[in-house]
Structure formats: C-alpha cells, structure tokens
C-alpha cells in the first residue's frame, strides 16, 4: 500500500480551470469586509490621452489629404508640404485640464501614455497603408514615422503601444537647427584655450542632432514637515593672548519643526533610466539635466509627424521606479520653502528627520525636444562621451567640453609660481 | 577667481594670527593653483551643473508653519555654525520621520 501525496483537488487547485482574465475566482460577496472593499475599489483614475482617429498610422493634412506632413519649427506648427497648410495638435493643457485641480489631487492618476512598460511588448509594428493596403513595419525602437516604399505615404506610430515608445503629448522644437548651432559655436568659442585639441580640430556643430527626449511632467499636492535644531548667538568674546587667542561663541538652542503644504506644478523628470543616472564621472547626463525646464504648458496631443526629421529615445522607465526621485524633489522644494522661515538662527539650523506626505501625483509621458551635439573623447579604461546640449524651446545652452589636462595643470602652475613669488616678497620684505 | 580669492583668504588669516607665522603665506602658490585648476575645469566641463528645480518649478506653497522651543544654552563654544547645518542643502536626504 502507497502513502503517496495526492494532488490537491477543489476550487483554487491547480486542477480548477484558472478564471478569465480580470476575472476574481471566489465571490466578493463571501469575503471579509476589508477585502471585498479592496477588491471591488474602482480602478484608478486614468487620463485618456490615446488619439484613436491616427490609429491607423496616417496623418493627413486637413486641407489637402496629404501625408507629407512634418514640424516647421519656427512656427512650431505641422506644416503640409504640398500645399503648405499649417495647423497644430490641441494643448493637452487645456485638453487634458493640466493646470487645473492641484490642490484638489488625490491618489495617483496616470495618463494613458504614462502607463506601465510591458516588456513583452514587441517595438515592431506593422501597418496596413491607407493608399495601397501595403504592409509597412516600424521599428518603434529607433523611429516614429516610416515611408509605404510603394506610394510614399508617410506612415506615423500614434497608437499608444505599451513599450513606452508613445507618450501623452509632444513639446515641438522652437529653436531652428542653425540657431542652435550658433549657440553651441558660441558656447566652445569661449572654452578654446584650455579646450582637447582633437576636440577643436574635428569640432562640427553642423552635425547637431534634433532629438526628443523622454520626460515625466508629474503635478503633486503634498505636505512636508521637518524638524531639528536651530541655533542663535547670543554672545561672541576672544581669550587668551597673542598667539593662544580664541574666540568663543555663546548660544541658545531651539527644536525647530516647520511644515509645509503646497503643489508643485509640471516637476520634470528624465524616464529613461540611461539620462536619469547623474554621475559626473562617468557621463555628462547632468549637461542635458541642466537645461531643463521646458515649457510643458505648450506640449500639444502626440502626433508622430511631429518626429518627421528628428530622432527620439525611448521611455523604460514606470511611474513607481520614478516616485522616489519624485519624493526627493518635493522634500527638497520644500527644505527650500522652509529656509527663509529660519533665518532668524544666524547659527544655522540643523534638520534630523523630515517627512512628505504625498496626497496626490498625476503623471503625463512627454517628449521634449533637445538638440545634442556629442562628441567621444578617447580614455584609457573607457571613455567619456560629452555632451553640448541646446533646450529645444527656450534656447538655453550647457555642454560639457573635454580639457587638455597639460595646458590646465600648467595654467596652475604658473598663476600658483606667481603667487609664490608674491608671498616670498612680502615674507623677505617683513623679515 | 571665487576659488582664488577664498584659497588667499585662508592663508591670510592663518598668516595674520601671530608675528611669527607669515611662513603660512607660502601656502599661497600651491593653493592658488589648486583654484585655478578647479576653476578652469568647472568652466569647461561644467560637472557641478543641474536643474535647480528648488527654484525653476513652478510652486504654490502655503504659509510655513511650525514651532522653535528653546532647550538649551550653550557656552564658550569655538564652533562657528551649529554642527551639520544642513538649512541651505536642501538636497541632502536626512532621516524619515515616522
């Protein structure tokens, strides 16, 4: 006689036939009540940003029907390019209702281009061309917008695909390519002296590149409290004598414990974990960190013939990998808002704890719109790549551009012999 | 220059503590050129850089309220600031409250 374990049979084994998906195997009805409210929550608040009438891939002009349809960044308009019409997609600030409700915002609400990345989901997407029925693929992974090679339409990605390829809305580039090269040939023309030589020598702005990038613009209602210790000197004297003086400081000291409730509009955050990671000693992300903010109340509804011509990074990154940099932020606008209300501590405050009670966040995926020129300088053990970056809307410029280690530590050296010498003399002349 | 004028400060005031000691004015060259070096590489590569959100987001605050308690006096301190005075680091992460 056996005593081997049987299978486990009834409701919930792997027996049972698994329930459909979004489907709850047991009845809400028969469990506690803390559960069943759990289960039967609504789902959470969602902003619908999908534009279902350019699913199929084709945006025409309204005027002509064409195709040939791309940004004209002076205007910041999409222009038709057969019969020059120009128009532009609806401000997903008015849209969407952006700038409204901040002191209202409860939970977290994500807008549909925001949701979380499916990493099955695959970057080739195919599309059935409205002019000639054929088949054409796009890689999401390095374009938006593809050709049909057999009537020349052009085709867009504007379905809301969940590889995190189609954000909410898009912030068209302003600043046209030979203004921003104009500025970056600004920005290395002061910084030639000390500059890499091959740097200057194979120094072509011309090859700028337009690229959106991807961004979370989050709006958030918190409350943040703080408290440590602050002190204030209530006496200064010196004692002892000649060359054993010291001065001494009398002082008293307060717990100090401020609060503070406020909302932050359009917080900026980088969604591609690449841009995100800001470590100076391996790469010059903080250049293109530098130039933020954009001006986010201007993004219009995702179109992708607004990428006709540029090239675009995708987004890996969710909202929950993104609220603790989040968090950061908001403690440390809010240190920063609690700084003139201790002024008073000529001492200085010391703050031990702090605490952000996040009452409501609403996240939207966007792109925004960066001109880069990079340049690879060679290392041993790696190398760095550097980065001049252009911000696509308002013009501001930073870049990051690799030194001739020998000319620097020379420089050094010869305003330090100089300072050297200045120093001798007044100890010869004192002598 | 910031970097120069600050590295020439401290030398001086070591300098000026006593008749004897202007032998700390020889710490000018090698400090100076420390400043120089750091100045320049700061301006061409620009690592210190990044968005100061603390000022660029647009924030709608409430008024900052709180309380301050006194709980001690201190006396004959040597030490300038209250120790680890952080009011003005607001990106310096400190211990949660629970």
Redesign the interface.
């Known amino acids: 006689m056996t005593n081997e374990p049987q299978p486990p049979t009834g409701p919930g084994s792997p027996a049972d036939v698994p329930p459909a998906p979004g489907e709850f195997p047991i009845d809400p009805a028969t469990l506690p009540e803390p559960i069943r409210d759990e289960l039967l929550a609504a789902e959470p608040p969602v902003i619908d940003t999908s534009a279902t009438e350019l699913r199929d891939g084709i945006n025409r002009c309204p005027r002509c029907g064409s195709t040939d349809v791309r940004l004209r960044p002076a205007s910041g308009m999409l222009v038709c390019l057969y019969c020059r019409n120009e128009w532009s997609s609806a401000r997903v600030e008015e849209e969407l209702g952006l700038g409204e409700g901040?002191?209202d915002l409860k939970g977290t609400i994500i807008a549909t281009g925001a949701a979380d990345i499916d990493a099955a989901a695959a970057s080739m997407r195919t599309f059935k061309c409205g002019g000639c029925g054929a088949e054409v693929v796009v890689d999401t992974a390095h374009a938006m917008t593809a050709r049909c090679h057999w009537c020349r339409h052009v085709l867009g990605v504007n379905e809301q695909i969940p590889n995190g390829a189609v954000p909410d809305a898009v912030l068209p580039f302003r600043v046209t390519k030979d203004d921003a090269v104009e500025r970056i040939r600004q920005f290395v023309g002061k910084?030639r002296l000390?500059?890499l030589a091959r740097f200057k020598r194979e120094f072509t702005p011309e090859n700028v590149l337009g690229v959106y990038l991807p961004y979370m613009v989050v709006d958030a209602n918190a409350r943040a409290?703080?408290?440590?210790?602050?002190?204030i000197e209530?006496a200064r004297y010196s004692r002892g004598r000649?060359?054993n003086k010291?001065?001494?400081?009398?002082?008293?000291?307060?717990?100090?414990?401020?609060?503070?409730?406020?909302?932050?509009?359009?917080?900026?955050l980088e969604s591609s974990a690449e841009r995100a990671n800001?470590d100076?000693r391996v790469n010059?992300n903080?250049?293109i960190?530098?130039?933020?903010?954009f001006d986010t109340k201007n993004a219009v509804r995702w179109n992708a013939s607004y990428l006709v011509g540029f090239t675009s990074e995708k987004r890996d990154q969710d909202v929950e990998g993104l609220h603790p940099v989040l968090e950061?932020?908001l403690?440390?606008?809010a240190?920063?808002?609690?700084?003139?209300?201790?002024r008073a501590?000529d001492?200085?405050?010391?703050?031990?704890?702090?605490?952000l009670e996040l009452h409501g966040s609403r996240w939207v995926s966007m792109y925004l719109p960066v001109w880069l020129y990079s340049y690879f300088e060679p290392r041993r053990g790696g190398g760095l790549l550097h980065y001049i970056a252009v911000n696509g809307r308002t013009g501001e410029t930073?870049?990051?551009?690799?030194?001739q280690q020998w000319k620097?530590?020379l420089?050094?050296?010869a305003?330090?012999?100089?300072?050297?010498?200045?120093?001798?003399g007044?100890?010869a002349v004192?002598a | 220059m910031i970097d120069v004028l600050l590295a020439t400060d401290v030398v001086l005031a070591a300098g000026s503590g006593g008749d004897d000691s202007p032998v700390w004015l020889l710490l000018l060259g090698p400090a100076g050129a420390v400043g120089v070096y750091w100045m320049l590489f700061r301006f061409y590569r620009n690592t210190d850089k990044s968005h100061g959100f603390e000022r660029e987001t647009l924030v709608e605050a409430e008024p900052v309220t709180g309380e301050d308690r006194l709980i001690d006096k201190i006396r004959g301190t040597t030490e300038r600031w209250v120790r680890g005075r952080n009011e003005r680091d607001y990106r310096e992460r400190v211990d949660r409250l629970e």
């Open positions: 901040l002191k910084r000390f500059a409290e703080m408290v440590g210790v602050g002190e209530t000649d060359n010291r001065t001494y400081y009398d002082a008293d000291v307060y717990a100090v414990a401020r609060s503070v409730s406020f909302t932050a509009d359009d917080v900026q800001l100076t010059t903080n250049i960190n530098t130039i933020l903010p950061h932020q403690l440390s606008i240190r920063a808002q609690a700084e003139p209300s201790v501590y001492r200085g405050v010391r703050w031990e704890r702090e605490r930073m870049g990051s551009v690799p030194v620097l530590v420089a050094a050296l305003v330090g012999t100089v300072l050297e010498g200045v120093a001798i007044i100890l004192t």
